[in-house]
T-cell receptor
């Protein structure tokens, strides 16, 4: 069964450093998403991406964040200058395109620890 | 931001019995609802969904009920199995986009 994959599974970085989290969505999916879950809190939407551009973003997704689909398979989330409060699980998700809403399928997550 | 709320942080059920997980929402623009299951150190796994034009959707042991007037949905698992022990999240989408708004989750424990 096709699945969303994410690398690395755990990333430790120092405050102020740049990190890139990587995702390979399900191959025939057209919508891509990033969510995060801070320990003990809800899963929160960050951004959605369709047709090579951002379609929605939340207030969390400020200028420190960017997304890219550098090739036909990868989808990345970059945090330019990490802060302690960026420590969280980051989940990538993807869904089919079309006029109807389609369920989003999540990857296993990347645990980001900012020290 | 409490647009989607799961008021029970945990639920314990005996194997073979019914598990009922509840979810309430406040945003009347939500028109599609989903349930996800999550094990530790894994991503949410999609379980079942329901459109706002329906009041029930069934898939094997899982049934989701939607009461739009009460802005309430529930997930029924019958019969419950020990492997169902996980955190269950409800999520909602509004008709303007694809962003999922999650509830806080309910930890289900199914005892053998």
């Amino acid at each position: 069964e096709p699945e969303v994959t994410q690398t690395p599974s755990h990333q430790v970085t120092q405050m102020g450093q740049e990190v890139i989290l990587r995702c390979v969505p399900i191959s025939n999916h057209l919508y891509f998403y990033w969510y995060r879950q801070i320990l003990g809190q809800k899963v929160e939407f960050l951004v959605s991406f369709y047709n090579n551009e951002i379609s929605e973003k939340s207030e969390i997704f400020d200028d420190q964040f960017s997304v890219e689909r550098p090739d036909g398979s990868n989808f990345t989330l970059k945090i330019r200058s990490t802060k302690l409060e960026d420590s969280a699980m980051y989940f990538c998700a993807s869904s089919e395109g079309g006029l109807e809403f389609h369920e989003q399928y999540f990857g296993p997550g990347t645990r980001l620890t900012v020290t | 931001d409490q647009q989607v709320k799961q008021n029970s942080p945990s639920l314990s059920v005996q194997e073979g019995r019914i598990s009922i997980l509840n979810c309430d929402y406040t945003n009347s623009m939500f028109d599609y609802f989903l349930w996800y299951k999550k094990y530790p150190a894994e991503g949410p796994t999609f379980l079942i969904s329901i459109s706002s034009i329906k009041d029930k959707n069934e898939d094997g042991r899982f049934t989701v009920f939607l009461n739009k007037s009460a802005k309430h949905l529930s997930l029924h698992i019958v019969p419950s199995q020990p492997g169902d022990s996980a955190v269950y999240f409800c999520a909602a989408v509004n008709n303007a986009g694809n962003m999922l708004t999650f509830g806080g989750g309910t930890r289900l424990m199914v005892k053998p």
